[in-house]
């Protein structure tokens, strides 16, 4: 019962932890989004301050923005020219008929690059990076839960262990998923990604040792003080 009981909190600690995560880092790339292309957040503006706002945006960073749109769009424009087949005759065709197909023969031009543009913005906020990198420190907390409230490890075992294990293995195992092999040792545990992790995890499993700690004591504590209260009875 009690091995049960402990496999439901620490899969509960990883959903928690994972979700936490990946919320934190998804909202911190959006405000980032919204201000590399200027755009005010809804909760920081009165109607005032946004239409002040609107009036001062920086015309250089609009036009590369624009520019970023009208290369894509050019090029679907250059692909529907060169289209082998006539408005008439693309309406008995698919892109995946197997005739030779490009977007531009069935989607818009400037809709299909904004839309490109749009779906990079998402997929940056909280695209396959960000549910990568949630998962791997989700399974990181996991695994520092585990370990810290371990009753059969002693401190410098947990510390070993729970510590400098994960971090020993999160760089190399996290490179890997996204390119499928392992890099140079400076490569992979001093790159920007790593040294990341390293504050983050360093900050979270002081936090539940501190935590394990604080409520370890005061459960002593109880116990103690009720020990003593029978034993007066």
Known sequence: MKIFVKIIKIGLVFIFSTVVIYLTMAIGKFISVCHVYQIPLPLTFSEEARENYI????????EEL????????????QAKEASLYSEEELQNHTLTDGHEHTFADFYDPTGFALWGFLDGLVQ???GKYVINAALFLGI?????YAVITSKKMNLALKIVIGYFGMMLAFPPLYMYSWTYRFWKLYEMYWNQDSK???AIYTTIFVLIFVINYVIGRKMTRQLNETIRNNENI
């Not at 009036?55 to 609009?62: A, V």
């Not at 624009?66 to 424009?77: A, H």
């Not at 990181?140 to 520092?144: C, K, R, Y």
């Open 124 to 126: 940056y906020i909280g």
């Open 66 to 77: 624009g520019q970023n749109v009208s290369i894509f769009e050019g090029v679907m424009k």
């Open 196 to 198: 990341r992790f390293y």
């Open 140 to 144: 990181s907390v996991t695994i520092a």
């Open 55 to 62: 009036l001062n945006l920086n015309p250089e960073k609009l």
